[in-house]
């Protein structure tokens, strides 16, 4: 059974997940968010985790496009060129600017990635991640991202997600 049943679940869970540190955050968006939620408690280092995040991907000043099969869907990211406000923009089902890196994998790859479950040298080398344009700008990318494997088994719990965390 495939993590994400059409693309509307994918941009819902991984969206929104990638919006989360485009703009510096606080414990009062979380709990907007989420605080109905009975899971959700506030952990101390969340936030500054959640804005670091954002800080380290601003800085990559790079466009990429995730472009996904099983289901079919498209998240652009740009940190060059961010909408006024945000250290980077997410854009969901169409990619309005140039980009430097197109990423290119499954639903289910991207489910496992976001939880820290894939080695991408080896998901790169067996063809289940391929990329296109400057890898150099691929491996810049993925320490700043990494932090936020951490958060996403959390993220899942607190949007009621229960089936996706059980598949991780």
């Known amino acids: 059974m495939q993590a994400f049943s059409d693309s509307e679940h994918l941009y819902r869970v991984v969206g929104e997940f990638l919006q989360v540190p485009t703009h510096p955050r606080t414990y009062e968006d979380l709990r907007q968010w989420w605080g109905a939620n009975s899971a959700y408690h506030e952990e101390g280092d969340e936030i500054d985790l959640i804005n670091d995040i954002g800080r380290k991907v601003?800085?990559?000043?790079?466009?990429?496009?995730?472009?996904?099969?099983?289901?079919?869907?498209?998240?652009?990211?740009?940190?060059?060129?961010?909408?006024?406000?945000?250290?980077?923009?997410?854009?969901?089902?169409?990619?309005?600017?140039?980009?430097?890196?197109?990423?290119?994998?499954?639903?289910?790859?991207?489910?496992?990635?976001?939880?820290?479950?894939?080695?991408?040298?080896?998901?790169?080398?067996?063809?289940?991640?391929?990329?296109?344009?400057?890898?150099?700008?691929?491996?810049?990318?993925?320490?700043?991202?990494?932090?936020a494997f951490a958060l996403y088994p959390r993220y899942l719990e607190l949007i009621g997600e229960e089936r996706l965390l059980r598949m991780l």
């Open 58 to 147: 601003a800085k990559t000043k790079m466009s990429a496009e995730f472009v996904f099969s099983e289901p079919e869907a498209l998240i652009c990211m740009d940190a060059q060129n961010p909408k006024k406000g945000e250290q980077f923009s997410i854009y969901l089902g169409h990619s309005p600017i140039p980009v430097t890196l197109s990423v290119k994998t499954t639903g289910d790859m991207a489910h496992q990635f976001w939880a820290g479950n894939v080695s991408v040298t080896a998901a790169i080398m067996t063809g289940k991640i391929k990329t296109k344009g400057s890898k150099q700008k691929a491996l810049k990318l993925l320490p700043r991202i990494a932090p």
